[in-house]
């Protein structure tokens, strides 16, 4: 289109302002998407064995001063785990240090590894549903007021995950926070779709996706600084979005493609997606999703236990452990960001399909290679792991490959239930992987989860073409 922007400068106030909006509330929907994932287990064993803990630390506490010394120490563990769990170096244990080193020590609990699959499955879940609500709610009452709903809620209840006491209300909160999760992925793609020039698109969805990637390196840098504490602060640091609502509601209009159409169309329904050329569109896009959104979320979930796990063989200490999983969660981060701008150059080069299926075929054979074969600990931290992250720019493609395959109308509702209701399948994905992990062997798990690479890349085939870019 001759009136489009043809640089950057050329963007009028409202696409720059629509743009910050977006990729600020994907970069905290990074944030406090993978918050849980950093201290997962750790704060699973706490709150599943708390009692417990509190009760040892009670019994070893001879002087009643709420501390633990060398003496007192010795009476319930090896002298020399005390530097190990003395984590400020002060020459005593605390209660919160002798929570975290205990429960450190149960990570690899069968009800601990339970526990927490089941509350990464119920975040999932919660993401499909926020997908589909809010992916409603941007179409009929507007993608400006539907954002700063999805970011309000994400924001609220990741920060209420601080005052969890039992894993059941961790469950609950971490559920709710990923409505506005889910919510925010199909508003924010769909405001960039309608507001940013069309032959930008594989471009502007690497950026969108960047932001999601810096803001899962805040969560990490956030784990590292917190590292030794008790996994709770970490919940404090995702309550920051909540901030972004006032400059969405302040200056993101809504974008005119919707205002116009919402003013003089029909509004259709929900179950205009399974009717006539929208349903083949809509299934095989939540196949190709379902497939590959379950083998993306199942390595990020278990990868870092599989870090853990071979950080507690080389016989690592839990704060360095900690910091290993923490620092290679950054690495494989931080490649996808590299991953995002080359598969925008695919989809630029040989289209959407071609750059699926390239980026898919990559995800299996890397992980093959990763999880069959034993691999070093430095190894598996510095290469493989990071090199299967490289993979996972496809899914910044999704942002913007998906909404405008749906009517104006229905394009929040179809892209966000075709993209979100992958989590479902992710969900039960994750609870699976649990089930089928024997005695701390992600490896093999692992290496299952890349197959499902192979049906992503067959539904590929069947993708309908993209409307007309120009």
């Given at each position: 289109?001759?009136?489009?922007?043809?640089?950057?400068?050329?963007?009028?106030?409202?696409?720059?302002?629509?743009?910050?909006?977006?990729?600020?509330?994907?970069?905290?929907?990074?944030?406090?998407?993978?918050?849980?994932?950093?201290?997962?287990?750790?704060?699973?064993?706490?709150?599943?064995?708390?009692?417990?803990?509190?009760?040892?630390?009670?019994?070893?506490?001879?002087?009643?001063?709420?501390?633990?010394?060398?003496?007192?120490?010795?009476?319930?563990?090896?002298?020399?785990?005390?530097?190990?769990?003395?984590?400020?170096?002060?020459?005593?244990?605390?209660?919160?240090?002798?929570?975290?080193?205990?429960?450190?020590?149960?990570?690899?609990?069968?009800?601990?590894?339970?526990?927490?699959?089941?509350?990464?499955?119920?975040?999932?879940?919660?993401?499909?549903?926020?997908?589909?609500?809010?992916?409603?709610?941007?179409?009929?009452?507007?993608?400006?007021?539907?954002?700063?709903?999805?970011?309000?809620?994400?924001?609220?209840?990741?920060?209420?995950?601080?005052?969890?006491?039992?894993?059941?209300?961790?469950?609950?909160?971490?559920?709710?926070?990923?409505?506005?999760?889910?919510?925010?992925?199909?508003?924010?793609?769909?405001?960039?779709?309608?507001?940013?020039?069309?032959?930008?698109?594989?471009?502007?969805?690497?950026?969108?996706?960047?932001?999601?990637?810096?803001?899962?390196?805040?969560?990490?840098?956030?784990?590292?600084?917190?590292?030794?504490?008790?996994?709770?602060?970490?919940?404090?640091?995702?309550?920051?979005?909540?901030?972004?609502?006032?400059?969405?509601?302040?200056?993101?209009?809504?974008?005119?493609?919707?205002?116009?159409?919402?003013?003089?169309?029909?509004?259709?329904?929900?179950?205009?997606?399974?009717?006539?050329?929208?349903?083949?569109?809509?299934?095989?896009?939540?196949?190709?999703?379902?497939?590959?959104?379950?083998?993306?979320?199942?390595?990020?979930?278990?990868?870092?236990?599989?870090?853990?796990?071979?950080?507690?063989?080389?016989?690592?200490?839990?704060?360095?452990?900690?910091?290993?999983?923490?620092?290679?969660?950054?690495?494989?981060?931080?490649?996808?960001?590299?991953?995002?701008?080359?598969?925008?150059?695919?989809?630029?080069?040989?289209?959407?399909?071609?750059?699926?299926?390239?980026?898919?075929?990559?995800?299996?054979?890397?992980?093959?290679?990763?999880?069959?074969?034993?691999?070093?600990?430095?190894?598996?931290?510095?290469?493989?792991?990071?090199?299967?992250?490289?993979?996972?720019?496809?899914?910044?493609?999704?942002?913007?490959?998906?909404?405008?395959?749906?009517?104006?109308?229905?394009?929040?509702?179809?892209?966000?239930?075709?993209?979100?209701?992958?989590?479902i399948a992710a969900a039960a994905g994750t609870i699976f992987a649990a089930q089928i992990t024997q005695g701390g062997n992600f490896?093999?798990?692992?290496?299952?989860?890349?197959?499902?690479?192979?049906?992503?890349?067959?539904?590929?085939?069947?993708?309908?073409?993209?409307?007309?870019?120009?």
């Open positions: 289109m001759p009136n489009e922007p043809q640089q950057l400068r050329d963007l009028s106030p409202q696409q720059l302002k629509s743009g910050l909006a977006a990729w600020l509330g994907w970069l905290f929907d990074g944030l406090d998407m993978h918050i849980f994932t950093l201290v997962a287990v750790t704060f699973v064993a706490i709150l599943v064995n708390g009692d417990t803990f509190r009760s040892e630390f009670s019994t070893a506490d001879k002087n009643g001063d709420g501390f633990l010394d060398a003496s007192e120490w010795a009476v319930k563990e090896l002298p020399a785990d005390f530097e190990k769990a003395d984590k400020n170096r002060d020459g005593r244990i605390s209660n919160e240090e002798f929570l975290v080193h205990s429960a450190q020590q149960h990570k690899g609990d069968d009800m601990v590894k339970k526990r927490a699959s089941w509350i990464q499955a119920a975040f999932l879940i919660g993401w499909a549903l926020g997908g589909a609500f809010f992916g409603r709610l941007g179409d009929l009452i507007g993608r400006s007021r539907s954002l700063s709903l999805t970011v309000l809620t994400y924001a609220a209840f990741t920060g209420l995950s601080f005052f969890a006491e039992t894993w059941w209300q961790l469950m609950i909160f971490r559920f709710l926070a990923a409505l506005g999760i889910g919510g925010e992925w199909a508003v924010g793609s769909t405001l960039l779709s309608e507001t940013w020039p069309k032959k930008w698109r594989p471009w502007t969805a690497a950026v969108l996706q960047t932001g999601v990637n810096l803001g899962v390196l805040v969560a990490c840098v956030a784990g590292i600084l917190l590292a030794g504490k008790h996994p709770r602060w970490i919940f404090l640091v995702g309550v920051a979005p909540a901030f972004l609502v006032f400059y969405i509601r302040r200056h993101v209009p809504e974008p005119e493609t919707w205002a116009a159409e919402h003013a003089h169309t029909p509004k259709p329904s929900v179950m205009d997606l399974f009717r006539g050329a929208a349903l083949r569109t809509t299934l095989v896009c939540v196949g190709i999703c379902a497939f590959s959104l379950t083998a993306w979320w199942a390595f990020m979930f278990w990868q870092t236990q599989h870090v853990s796990s071979l950080a507690k063989s080389v016989a690592m200490s839990p704060t360095d452990s900690d910091k290993l999983v923490n620092t290679t969660f950054g690495l494989v981060i931080g490649i996808s960001i590299i991953g995002n701008f080359v598969s925008g150059w695919l989809a630029r080069c040989i289209g959407y399909k071609g750059a699926l299926l390239i980026m898919f075929g990559g995800f299996f054979v890397t992980m093959t290679a990763a999880f069959m074969p034993e691999h070093s600990i430095a190894a598996m931290t510095r290469f493989w792991l990071p090199a299967v992250g490289f993979w996972s720019g496809v899914f910044g493609l999704f942002t913007m490959l998906l909404p405008p395959l749906f009517p104006v109308l229905l394009r929040t509702t179809g892209a966000g239930f075709c993209y979100n209701i992958g989590r490896r093999q798990t692992l290496l299952y989860d890349g197959f499902l690479f192979i049906p992503a890349m067959l539904l590929t085939l069947l993708l309908p073409p993209q409307p007309d870019e120009d």
